[in-house]
Each structure stands twice: as C-alpha cells, then as structure tokens.
C-alpha cells in the first residue's frame, strides 16, 4: 500500500492568486478609509494571534490530506471441484479411493494457502449432484478454507451412493455456474460409471464454453479382482445353545471359478477372550457376480459378537472387503420343563441346612436341569397308573395341580420329559394335547426307558407312537438286568447332546466314557424320515435274560455278574438273588401278563440307544435306557466323578428340545415368506393369534407399523422402501406411494381354513433402495388388539439386499477419464502439485487500485487551536478596551 501528504485545495492556483490579490487589495483600501489605527490597537501580540489564526485558514483552505493506494480487488474465479461419491470409491487397502481424492484436495490447498488462487466449490456426485456445504470446523478438519463457507451438512461426506451417473452429474453442472462459468472442472473419479455413452460428446460442449475438465483418476488398475461380503442375514436373537444359520451374500469381479473359503470366527473381546472359529470353513467356488453361502453355528451362554470373512485372493482390489461384522443377542426367556417321573423308588429325608428335604428318584435330574438360571423344572410324580401329583419344593409331593388342565396351561412349558411312566397314566384328552403340543406348538418332547417306558408302557397304541423317532415292537420292549453299553455313533458327535466340553479332544475321551446301564428297552427300529441316531448299544448275548419277570410271579432272570455285584450295593441282598428295581419286593410290576420271547444275541447287539427327530414344529428324543436308580447308577454318580458331565448332558439335551418352542408360547405368531429379499420383491406377511385356550381366532386387530433398525436422524427420507399395498384404505393421512416409517395399518382377515393364518398381507418393495443402500433392514412391529385391549406384540425382522452396479465391477475406468480431459481441453492430474498449479494458473482480473483520501484539517486538535487563537485575540481585545 503507498501512502503521501498531498494539498488538495478546492481552489486552482489562480484562483487562490486572485483571492489573496483581491483580500490584499480590500485591506489597504479599508485601510486608508478609516485612517491609521489607533496607538493602543498597536500591539505586537495582537498582531501575532490574528496572523496565526489567518495562516491556520489559509492552511484549512489549502486542504492537506493523507493520500493511500491499495491495489484493486481481484476477482478470483471458481473452480468446481466434482468428488465422487459412490460405493466403488471405498475400495482400497490402507487408503480407499475416496481417501485418496480427499487428501489430494487438502495438500494442494496447503500448497496455494499464501498465495492468490481460485475459490474452490465442492460438489459430490453419484445418484445426483449436490453441493457440500461444510461448517466452520468441517471446514478446517475435512476440506480447506478456500471453500465456500456455509451451513454445516448433517451428515459426514461419504462415498455411499450405490450408482454412478457421470453424465447426469455433468449435465447438471451448468446449472451451478452462476452469473459465470468456472474457470475450470476438476474430476475426482474412478472412472466407474453406470452411463459412458455420451461423456465425450459432453465434454466437447464444456471446451466450447472455454470450461476444461481436468480429471484426477484415482484406483489402482494393476489389481487382478475382487471378492466382499456385501452382507450378512443373522437373527438379532437367539435361544442359548440354539443352532443359528447365517447367510453370507458375497459378490466377486475376476476370479471366476476361483475357489475360497468362508469362515465364521467369534473375534476377540475386551473380556480376554481369543478369537476362535465358531463353524468349519465352508468352500466356495466363485463366479463373477452375487451368490450367497449358509453356515451354521451353536450359540453359547452371552451375546456373541461374529464375524464372517472370506479368505484373500492375490491381487484383490481391496482386502478390507473381505469381512463382515455382526451380532447375535441371547435370549434369556426361561424355559420350562414338565418332567413327569413314574418310578416307584421310595422317598427318602435328607437333612439340608435346618429343613428337611425330601429325595426321590426325579431329585437328580431336576438338580441338574435347574442348576442353569435359564430352565426351571416343574416335577411330577406317579406311581405306576396312579394319579399324577407336583412335587412340592421341599421334594414331597402335593395333592393338588397335577398335569396341566387346559392347553393354554400346557402351552406354557417348552420341554416334557416322560419317565418310566405308563400310557394309562394319561387321560385320552391329554394324549391328544400332547401330540399337538409338539406338532403345532413346537415343544420337545423325550421319553427315557424304564418298565413302564415305550411299549412297555403301552405306548404304541397312543398318539405319542407317531411322535416319537422310533418303531416300538409289538412286544414287551423292557430288559432288565442287562448291562447295556452305549457308545455315540462317530457321525453324530456334532449333535450338542454330545458337546460336553468345548475341547474337541477332551470331549471325545469324556464321551467314549459313557458310563454303561443295568437295563434298556429293545425297540424295532428307527423311523426313517427326520431322524438321526445318535448312540449305539451293545448287548453281549451272554447278557441277555431268559425272560421278563411279570405280575405275581417272578420268573429267573441272567443277570450278569456285574449286576449282581451293583444289586448288592443298593439293596443290601447278597449276590444271586433277584433284583428289585423301584422299590417293590422281588418283583418287576408289569401292565399285564405278556412274556416276550427271549431275543437273539443278534437282536440286541449294534441295537439304537438314543434317537432324535422332529415333528411337525417340534422335536423328539427317544432313549433306550432308563435314568433312575438302580438301572442308571453309574450314570449319576461314576460319569467323570461327580455329576458336572451328567448335568451337561441333560441340559444339552434340554437346549436341542427347545429350539424351536419359543414361539409357540406366544398368542401372536407372525411370519413371512423369505429370509431376505430383492427391490421389486412381494413381502407376503402371515400372522395367527391365539387366545387364552392356544385356539386360533380372528376375533383380534392386529395392528402394525413399519420402523428402521438404524436412527431416524439416519435416514435420508421419511418413508420406507414398501409400498402401499394397492387397494387398501389408508387411514393415517399420507398420501405418498410409500409406507411411511412408523404409519400404522391393519392386518386384513382372511378366510383360512383351521390351522391357516388368520391374516396376510402381500407387500410390495421398491424397485431400487435409497441412495447409497446396499442393504436394507426394517423391523415391522404388530400388535394384537382385543378392543382396547393388548394382547401380545411381536416383531419381524425384514433384510432387503440387492446387488447394486457399483460393486458389480469394481476395477477403476482410468481411460473414460483420459478422454473426457482430452475432448473438453483439460489435464490429466496425478498428484497434489499439479492439483495446486490448476488452482494458481487460473486468470485472475485484478480491480482499479483502490484510494483512501483523509483530509489532515480534519482533526479535532486542529479546530481546537484555531478556537482558541480567536478566543485569545478576543478577550485581550476587551481588556485594553477595544471591543
């Protein structure tokens, strides 16, 4: 800036000639009209005040003044930067496309941030074009300051969208101009673009506007392919112990027929533990596209965070693809067991603490199944035919609420165990419950061995018959007195029944230590459909008794030496004679009189001991040998030394059972179609409800709602990806063609015949998701209404996947890019000094200089002293009597 002191008089210099001329000439003549002054008006001092106040006009009137020059405002052009902001610019290992973009822009603004350059505007582009507009501390933090300042975005800059329109986006950009175009365009891309016809002939038009496009290609073009998980469909929940399916949606570009793995590990937690695989690789052979693979794996006691990752292949475009994290929460309803034991071993007191407490025959397995927080057991006790009694805390029975007495009482436990008990036990009714209990409720349902047990017990003429995974004879199925030794088929060993440890070898020496059992019931085979065996008996022909012992008659029976040895023990008799099982004195109390035929050495050997399937929506579990004393002693007390494998291996057997007896205690029952689904897909939506009976009715309103699994301030529209079904009165007041997220609507009845849902809805999706959605999940809630009053709530969890263009081929298209710099007369960028000469070299007009004119007489000290020269010239004036 140049600064001077310059005289700036309003007058010229002849004009201020004839003015002093003139006031000089006035003076003499007023001098020599009045005559000479008086003596006393000569003074010396008056003469100096009224010069200096003169002189101090005359300076006023020559007008001295502080004369600046700036230099002139320059007129910085624009320069548009356009960022591309679609999926394909995530890819990269270390930094990603989109990175790489960022920090060109940021170094080559730290290059020209002294200097005199173009204003930057930044746009983002995929779908559409859309200004970034960063606040203050964005600014400083995510761009630079040369942009634009403005309202702060409410959402960070991402490279989200799953398309990219390059064409659109240029076509657009004219609008954004202004008064004037830029001074030029600069493209950050991969060159990944859904639309190419037509680019170059786009370009062309922006040379003719004087506008070049310069590009900056980013992506690596060396690479060989690309393999990712794009998503993952996992229950948000699950039953401890339950076996959950997890399906992995992959998409590869360039390994064609390429084999890899997909693997399902529990990664390390902050609790210490290691990460460790929870399912076996699965192999995959690829092919260039979407496809997807299902692996399986076992929950465990708390929420378990998972990851599925696929192997590396060389050369990938990007390896951070390779893995998807996810989670499943536990879910901690209890479950409920109605154990009903009809052993006739005698009640015994056991002093526990101060109170007394009563032990039978069902005391350890109810021990064991409630030692986990998660199950209760509810015990019921008979003897023989008699009437069933619930066994009362304290181990005694009670003389009140036996089985339950309607179905909704009965629907409220999740697993029924039968015991040594006899079909005569059952009321027809009841038999009738449980066959639907476990075919249309989904309970578990397991009958153990005994002489009331499977055939024994008559069960083969009841409703249990079909349930059950095995064929009973036609015959009395009860040996007693037979050592029976069990060992686990080797091909089952990956049922849960047999997880004990979670060490795969130490598992296998505690399972091959199965302890044996001292009788077992013989059946005729295993069902042949939805079942599996999962433990073989072997019953040496030595071993096998001559006969059964029935009512009022013992019969000899072979016992083996071993049994008589145990006999000995628990009854206190001395070898060789009888047993007495369940307490009766020398006999084995049968329903009838039958006496099967003694069976070969070739029937009891390699004979089913424990069978599992499943019926309808629930499931079976059939064991050959009995679990009370005297016949499973070693069982109870020799397996492992203590009972923590005995207690495992029945709350194993517990969990399995359940599986899929959760839902079957609710009173709304919902359920869709598929797992997951496309754009352009039908949802159809199936609810039943029940009443307090667990009978089906459509008496209810069932009322639902539509919300996302994300945050609301999340999403970019109001209105979720489902349509409004067509044909079907809209009550909330929307209009749009879409569901709107948490619009409430109704359920339709409609007529189906027993059994059927009671209310559907068919759904239709979008044909394309949001911007920037590869997946989408939504949860529809409902609710059944009786009046105004709830009857039970449930969810649905909803996972709408598609394979978007973006990763279809993830490979950059530098040469797209080369072209568009060529036909529109820009530049092929390559780092961030090139980026910044873009920025300097853009013409710039600079103003007319600028010029700032103070007048110096313009001072309040300079006003002040002329006052006080005509105030002083004044008052001496009066005192000498001239005034």
């Known amino acids: ?289 979407f496809q997807s693979v299902a692996l399986s794996f076992r929950t465990d006691a708390k929420t378990r965070k998972l990851q599925v990752a696929v192997s590396n292949l060389p050369d990938e475009v990007s390896t951070a693809n390779n893995s998807f994290n996810t989670e499943v929460q536990i879910d901690r309803t209890k479950i409920r067991v109605l154990y009903i034991e009809g052993s006739s071993q005698p009640q015994k007191p056991i002093q526990v603490g101060t109170r007394v407490e009563m032990r039978g025959p069902y005391s350890d397995l109810q021990k064991a199944l409630t030692e986990d927080e998660d199950i209760e057991c509810v015990v019921l006790s008979t003897s023989g035919r008699g009437r069933m009694l619930r066994v009362s805390d304290i181990g005694a029975a009670s003389s009140s609420r036996g089985f339950p007495e309607t179905v909704a009482e009965l629907s409220a436990f999740d697993a029924i165990i039968l015991s040594d008990v006899a079909s005569e036990a059952f009321t027809e009714q009841q038999l009738d419950w449980l066959e639907k209990w476990t075919g249309q409720r989904g309970g578990g349902l397991l009958m153990v061995g005994g002489q009331r047990s499977f055939q024994a017990g008559r069960w083969d003429d009841t409703p249990i018959a079909q349930i059950l995974p095995i064929e009973m004879r036609d015959e009395n199925d009860w040996i007693p007195g037979t050592q029976v030794s069990v060992v686990a088929d080797p091909q089952a060993m990956s049922h849960p029944l047999w997880t004990i440890v979670t060490d795969a070898q130490q598992n296998r020496e505690i399972i091959s230590q199965f302890p044996s059992f001292f009788g077992a019931n013989r059946w005729a085979g295993v069902k042949p459909n939805l079942t599996r065996v999962l433990a073989m008996s ?169 919300e996302p699994q994300t945050s609301l301030s999340d999403l970019e529209s109001d209105y979720s990806p489902i349509r409004w079904p067509d044909g079907k009165p809209r009550e909330s007041g929307e209009s749009g063609p879409f569901i709107a997220w948490g619009e409430e609507f109704n359920l339709p009845r409609v007529d189906a015949d027993s059994g059927k849902p009671a209310f559907a809805l068919e759904m239709p999706i979008a044909d394309a998701l949001t911007v920037g959605s590869v997946s989408q999940s939504l949860r529809i809630e409902l609710t059944a209404m009786e009046e105004f009053t709830q009857v039970d709530s449930t969810s649905l969890d909803i996972q709408i996947l598609h394979d978007p263009f973006e990763q279809q081929n993830p490979f950059p298209n530098h040469d797209l890019l080369v072209s568009i710099a060529k036909c529109s007369g820009g530049r092929v960028i390559s780092d961030a000094s090139q980026l910044a000469e873009v920025l300097r070299d853009v013409p710039m007009k600079v103003g007319s200089p600028i010029v700032k004119k103070t007048p110096l007489w313009s001072t309040w000290w300079l006003w002040t002293w002329l006052l006080a020269l005509l105030t002083a010239e004044w008052i001496w004036r009066r005192s000498v009597g001239l005034a």
């Open 1 to 289: 800036m140049l600064a001077s002191i310059q005289f700036l008089t309003p007058l010229t210099v002849a004009a201020f000639g004839t003015a002093a001329a003139s006031l000089l000439v006035g003076g003499l003549l007023l001098r020599w009209l009045g005559g000479p002054p008086a003596r006393i008006a000569r003074r010396w001092g008056l003469f100096g005040l009224r010069t200096a106040a003169v002189a101090t006009l005359v300076l006023i009137l020559l007008n001295p003044s502080n004369v600046s020059q700036a230099p002139g405002p320059i007129d910085r052009p624009d320069v548009f930067y356009l960022l591309d902001a679609s999926q394909s610019m995530a890819v990269g290992d270390g930094e990603t496309r989109f990175e790489h973009s960022r920090r060109l822009m940021r170094e080559a603004d730290a290059a020209t941030r002294d200097e005199d350059h173009a204003l930057v505007k930044l746009f983002r582009f995929g779908h559409r074009l859309a200004a970034v507009e960063l606040g203050e501390e964005q600014q400083k933090s995510e761009m630079s300051t040369s942009v634009a300042p403005g309202r702060a975005k409410r959402k960070q800059l991402a490279p989200t969208d799953s398309d990219t329109q390059l064409l659109t986006a240029l076509r657009q950009v004219p609008s954004r101009f202004g008064r004037r175009p830029p001074a030029a365009i600069v493209l950050f891309s991969d060159g990944r673009t859904h639309d190419e016809t037509g680019v170059d002939q786009l370009a062309a038009q922006f040379a003719k506007l004087n506008v070049p496009v310069h590009v900056v290609p980013v992506g690596d073009t060396a690479k060989g392919g690309d393999v990712a998980i794009v998503a993952c469909v996992v229950p948000p929940r699950a039953r401890r112990f339950a076996e959950v399916e997890v399906q992995v949606f992959l998409r590869s570009y360039g390994y064609d027929g390429r084999r890899c793995e997909v693997s399902l590990i529990a990664p390390s937690n902050v609790e210490g533990e290691a990460a460790r695989s929870l399912a076996a690789p699965v192999p995959v052979t690829l092919h260039d596209g």
């Open 538 to 706: 072997n019953l040496a022909a030595a071993d096998v008794p001559t006969g059964v012992a029935t009512v009022g008659t013992p019969k000899p029976v072979k016992t083996p030496s071993y049994f008589q040895s145990l006999q000995s023990n628990l009854t206190g008799k001395k070898k060789g004679e009888s047993p007495k099982p369940d307490g009766q004195s020398g006999r084995v109390e049968k329903s009838d009189a039958q006496t099967p035929a003694p069976p070969t050495s070739d029937s009891l050997s390699s004979q089913p001991a424990i069978v599992v399937g499943k019926y309808g929506r629930g499931r079976t579990m059939a064991i050959a040998m009995p679990i009370t004393p005297p016949w499973a002693n070693d069982l109870l007390t020799k397996w492992g030394g203590d009972t923590k494998y005995y207690g495992k291996f029945w709350r194993n057997a517990i969990y399995w059972l359940t599986e899929n007896s959760s839902i079957g205690r609710r009173r709304l029952v919902v359920t869709a179609d598929k797992k997951f689904y496309r754009p352009g897909e039908t949802i159809s939506l199936s609810a039943a409800a029940f009443d307090e009976a667990a009978n089906q009715t459509a008496a209810y309103t069932i009322t639902s709602m539509i």
